[in-house]
């Protein structure tokens, strides 16, 4: 990744680590909402144009999650939901560094996944594909990013699962994920998928992406030199968020 | 050459499992069985705000997920006593949606000048490419309502109204309706911001 590493703004008034403004969200990177191929978006998509204005001190600020909420191993699938042994599946580890667009480290950050299980069945109340449950997997993770912006969680790698959009579509394996960052502009939802399954290609909801580039930007790599020798596979997925402008001149609110 | 940024990673959608990774209790794990989350503790007046998401054919999103970030009752965000944020599963019957939350205060803009007092959603759902931001504004500060720059921005004057919840008669507390029309007669502003 090349990139310039910019200095972290100044004149914040929300906390260590932040600056100015939250940086316009680049929409071109994203999909658009309407995106007939993948049909539900079609009666869930708005007509009217977002309306689009400078973050206010709301939208610049964001929730904070401290690390005491989380339990030793939320951030171990294969043992976090364990009642007679570990999960059943293909172990591997995925990790990463979670960075903004200024290439700033995202610090202490909630970091939450979900997933299938190896048979590629959800543990929701709501999913009724005939894979069998494991009754030693969950599919939820949670931790928070180092002081670098490290996270690393060790699953199951989820099975593919078939779901009904042109007759049975077929979704690559793929790790839900969400994250918060320090501002409530930050947050973002979306998926990681696993290089080289032949899935990617074909998935209707990869496709709404613009391009083949933004697809790629959510497939987690083979690392084999982070794999663990006769333990686990390693797969490395570094995550951006928006980044904020630096505050090169303080315009001063009048009165107040 | 010009100077280059990291892209920011593309959104997906949340899904119907959403809540596995989100409400694990409401998907149905066992695990934080006590977690409530829709309940945001803090000092001030109690009100309730409820509402359904509505798909473009008058459908209930009935797999939807949202979450709300808003000040607390002096205008401030992360106070030490109010975390100002929660999340909320809509029924799977009823696409019903429910916080249990205080009265925010009043915020200023970037210019310094008052906003009316709102609460700020997000909407996750299955065919949900990016979440949908919206506010929720309360009703009976027309004066404010009519003075809120975020509200002034909506440039076709009869969209604003969309923004405004209703005050429903009965309940503990005071309670406020907001329906949310993804698409269609009446769509929900959402922002880009
Ligand atoms: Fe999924």
């Known amino acids: ?256 | 050459m010009p100077i280059e940024y990291l892209k920011e990673t593309p959104s997906q959608t949340g899904g119907p499992y959403v809540h596995i990774g989100t409400m694990p209790a409401f998907a149905g794990l066992e695990i934080r069985q006590d977690e409530q989350q829709h309940v945001i503790p803090g000092p001030g007046e109690r009100v309730k705000l409820v509402g359904v998401v509505w798909d473009g054919s008058g459908h209930p999103v009935r797999d939807a997920m949202l979450e709300l970030w808003q000040a607390d009752s002096a205008g401030r965000h992360n106070a030490p006593d109010f975390s100002g944020w929660g999340r909320a599963a809509a029924s799977s019957e009823t696409g019903e949606w429910e916080f249990d939350t205080i009265r925010p205060g009043t915020v200023a803009w970037r210019d310094g000048k008052p906003q009316a007092p709102h609460v700020s959603l997000l909407i996750f759902a299955r065919g949900i490419n990016i979440h949908l931001h919206t506010r929720l504004y309360f009703p009976e500060d027309e004066a404010a309502l009519a003075a809120d720059p975020v509200l002034r921005a909506v440039e076709q004057t009869g969209r604003r109204a969309t923004l405004v919840a209703q005050r429903v008669e009965g309940g503990e507390v005071p309670t406020y309706r907001f329906d949310i029309r993804l698409q269609g007669e009446g769509e929900t502003v959402f922002f880009d911001m």
């Open chain 1, 1 to 256: 990744m090349s990139h310039t590493t910019l200095p972290a703004g100044g004149g914040s008034n929300f906390g260590p680590g932040s600056g100015g403004d939250v940086i316009k969200r680049d929409r071109s990177l994203h999909a658009p909402a309407f995106t007939p191929g993948y049909k539900t978006s079609v009666l869930r998509s708005p007509r009217f144009a977002l309306v689009s204005l400078e973050p206010g001190p709301g939208e610049n600020a964001g929730p904070k999650f401290d690390a005491k909420i989380l339990a030793p191993l939320e951030n171990d699938l294969i043992r976090n939901y364990a009642k007679s042994g570990e999960a059943v599946g293909e172990r591997i580890i995925v990790f990463g560094k979670v960075l903004d667009e200024t290439g700033r480290p995202v610090r202490n950050t909630l970091i939450e996944i979900w997933q299938a299980n190896a048979g590629g069945r959800y543990r929701h109340k709501n999913d009724a594909y005939l894979a069998a449950l494991d009754p030693n997997f969950g599919g939820a993770g949670r931790c928070m990013s180092d002081d670098d912006g490290n996270y690393f969680f060790r699953t199951i790698r989820p099975g593919p699962y078939p779901w009904r959009n042109h007759g049975s579509d077929w979704r690559p394996a793929h790790i839900h994920f969400s994250l918060f960052g320090d501002a409530f502009a930050q947050r973002l939802v979306s998926q990681l998928y696993f290089e080289g399954d032949p899935l990617v290609p074909l998935c209707p909801i990869l496709a709404t992406l613009p391009d083949k580039d933004a697809q790629d930007r959510l497939v987690a790599k083979l690392d084999m030199k982070m794999s663990v020798p006769f333990d686990s596979l390693a797969y490395r997925f570094d995550i951006v968020l928006r980044g904020r402008r630096q505050t090169f001149f303080e315009t001063k609110p009048e009165g107040h």
